[in-house]
């Protein structure tokens, strides 16, 4: 996220509106008869107040007790904002489109909206309209808008990002604040009933959609240099999906997930080191990472867990308490210090840890022989007694496995073998 991103209200019931390119006056948005079919409509929202937040400025933080936090859209034309705006009602061919939040950095007045591409949402001819929307536009899948659903992406890995005079070192950090993926900062809004005959705009109120954990890590213990460690990943481990493909239903407030959801998340906390290698964050005794991400708020989400991961693929885990846990709301997560000693070797995670630029032929790839052979029903067949999932948690990288293809014999050797 730029850093011209800010932050306006809670919940944020955005003000936006859109200009309409279709010729829509004020004569035919007033009339009592459905508008001709083809008209393009006009979008706009106001703001509302008292709301949590799911994410605020980094300048915001005097009061670590707070609900809200302001926000606004980006208003470099090279950053501005996209939403997604979709009708069910409207016309098929024209009933769902992406538009640009054109916001000033001074603006009082709502922000113009301008559509993307070259149609925007357009009526059917029909007296009521429903209008479904999301940001950002990048989340949803192009076309997907079907009766009260649209589908989206939340990533499962997410970027946390710093200054540019942040450089890393073998110094541990005092606090170091990262700042959180906006891209991933999904918001909804819903307006139904609507009738262009007595309303001349499309009032849209958008509200958070994405839940946000935002996590402290704490230093070391001790303050010798045997106490120092890297911090490479945060990585926030659920029961349930709360990241990737999923379709939501507005009216009924229900998830369909796809094949690619996932249970966890991963936020990457490698910056430049002088050389301008990406390493991980130097923590010791006293030093403060702040690190933030976004997920799904998916209802059957009952156990979460964060895990500290260090450039030797050893972790921390946290268990956390979700006995006042809400979807679509801040929750402040301050792990406990690190205790170097007791960090654990992770072999789910061990070759995400290594240098992206190391060579194949530096790396010692364990691997299974006969991987699949687990399934063989007579025990003196088995080479393994581990499933493939099972030999991967152990830090399996390499399978061996023998696929028949077809069932006859040899030709090379005049038919004695079987292949």
Same mark, same amino acid.
């Given at each position: 996220?730029?850093?011209?991103?800010?932050?306006?209200?809670?919940?944020?019931?955005?003000?936006?509106?859109?200009?309409? !390119?279709?010729?829509?006056?004020?004569?035919?948005?007033?009339?009592?008869?459905?508008?001709?079919?083809?008209?393009?409509?006009?979008?706009?929202?106001?703001?509302?107040?008292?709301?949590?937040?799911?994410?605020?400025?980094?300048?915001?933080?005097?009061?670590?007790?707070?609900?809200?936090?302001?926000?606004?859209?980006?208003?470099?034309?090279?950053?501005?904002?996209?939403?997604?705006?979709?009708?069910?009602?409207?016309?098929?061919?024209?009933?769902?489109?992406?538009?640009?939040?054109?916001?000033?950095?001074?603006?009082?007045?709502?922000?113009?909206?301008?559509?993307?591409?070259?149609?925007?949402?357009?009526?059917?001819?029909?007296?009521?309209?429903?209008?479904?929307?999301?940001?950002?536009? @990048?989340?949803?899948?192009? &076309?997907?808008?079907?009766?009260?659903?649209?589908?989206? /992406?939340?990533?499962?890995?997410?970027?946390?990002?710093?200054?540019?005079?942040?450089? $890393?070192?073998?110094?541990?950090?005092?606090? +170091?604040?990262?700042?959180?993926?906006?891209?991933?900062?999904?918001?909804?809004? @819903?307006?139904?009933?609507?009738?262009?005959? /007595?309303?001349?705009?499309?009032?849209?109120?958008?509200?958070? +959609?994405?839940?946000?954990?935002?996590? /402290?890590?704490?230093?070391?213990?001790?303050?010798?240099?045997?106490?120092?460690?890297?911090?490479?990943?945060?990585?926030?481990?659920?029961?349930?999906?709360?990241? &990737?493909?999923?379709?939501?239903?507005?009216?009924?407030? @229900?998830?369909?997930?796809?094949?690619?959801?996932?249970?966890?998340?991963?936020?990457?906390?490698? !910056?430049?080191?002088?050389?301008?290698?990406?390493?991980?964050? $130097?923590?010791?005794?006293?030093?403060?990472?702040?690190?933030?991400?976004?997920?799904?708020?998916?209802?059957?989400? /009952?156990?979460?867990?964060?895990?500290?991961?260090?450039?030797?693929?050893?972790? $921390?885990?946290?268990?956390?308490?979700?006995? =006042?846990?809400?979807?679509?709301?801040?929750? !402040?997560?301050?792990?406990?210090?690190?205790?170097?000693?007791?960090?654990?070797?992770?072999?789910?995670?061990?070759?995400?840890?290594?240098?992206?630029?190391?060579?194949?032929?530096?790396? =010692?790839?364990?691997? =299974?022989?006969?991987?699949?052979?687990?399934?063989?029903?007579?025990?003196?067949?088995?080479?393994?007694?581990?499933?493939? @999932?099972?030999?991967?948690?152990?830090?399996?990288?390499?399978?061996?496995?023998?696929?028949?293809?077809?069932?006859?014999?040899?030709?090379?050797?005049?038919? =004695?073998?079987?292949?």
């Amino acid at each position: 996220m730029n850093m011209n991103k800010r932050f306006l209200i809670p919940a944020l019931a955005w003000s936006l509106l859109a200009l309409s !390119f279709a010729g829509c006056t004020d004569d035919n948005m007033s009339g009592s008869d459905p508008l001709p079919e083809g008209t393009e409509f006009d979008f706009g929202t106001t703001v509302e107040s008292n709301r949590t937040r799911t994410y605020y400025d980094p300048a915001d933080v005097a009061n670590p007790d707070a609900t809200s936090w302001k926000i606004f859209w980006n208003y470099e034309s090279s950053l501005y904002d996209h939403i997604y705006i979709y009708s069910p009602q409207a016309l098929a061919s024209a009933n769902q489109a992406s538009y640009t939040v054109q916001a000033t950095k001074d603006m009082v007045e709502p922000a113009p909206v301008a559509k993307d591409g070259d149609v925007g949402v357009q009526t059917n001819g029909v007296s009521n309209y429903d209008f479904y929307a999301m940001y950002p536009a @990048k989340a949803v899948k192009s &076309g997907s808008g079907k009766d009260t659903s649209l589908s989206a /992406t939340m990533p499962d890995r997410q970027t946390a990002s710093t200054t540019e005079r942040e450089v $890393m070192t073998d110094e541990a950090v005092g606090e +170091f604040q990262t700042t959180a993926d906006m891209d991933c900062a999904l918001m909804i809004a @819903k307006k139904t009933g609507y009738n262009p005959a /007595t309303e001349k705009t499309v009032n849209l109120e958008f509200e958070p +959609f994405a839940s946000m954990v935002d996590i /402290t890590v704490n230093g070391t213990t001790g303050s010798n240099t045997q106490s120092k460690v890297r911090i490479t990943s945060v990585i926030i481990e659920a029961n349930a999906p709360i990241a &990737g493909s999923f379709m939501y239903d507005y009216k009924n407030d @229900k998830f369909v997930f796809d094949a690619d959801a996932s249970n966890s998340i991963t936020v990457d906390t490698k !910056f430049a080191d002088a050389s301008g290698d990406k390493v991980g964050v $130097m923590m010791g005794d006293g030093s403060l990472l702040k690190v933030r991400a976004f997920m799904i708020p998916n209802p059957d989400v /009952t156990s979460l867990k964060v895990k500290v991961v260090t450039a030797e693929s050893k972790t $921390m885990t946290k268990n956390l308490n979700m006995n =006042s846990f809400k979807p679509k709301q801040i929750h !402040f997560v301050k792990l406990p210090k690190i205790n170097v000693k007791d960090l654990k070797f992770d072999y789910t995670i061990w070759l995400s840890q290594l240098d992206p630029n190391i060579y194949l032929s530096e790396i =010692s790839l364990p691997g =299974s022989a006969l991987s699949f052979n687990y399934l063989m029903s007579d025990t003196y067949k088995k080479t393994q007694t581990m499933e493939l @999932k099972d030999q991967f948690n152990a830090g399996v990288r390499v399978f061996q496995c023998h696929v028949n293809t077809i069932d006859q014999t040899s030709s090379i050797d005049g038919g =004695s073998t079987s292949v």
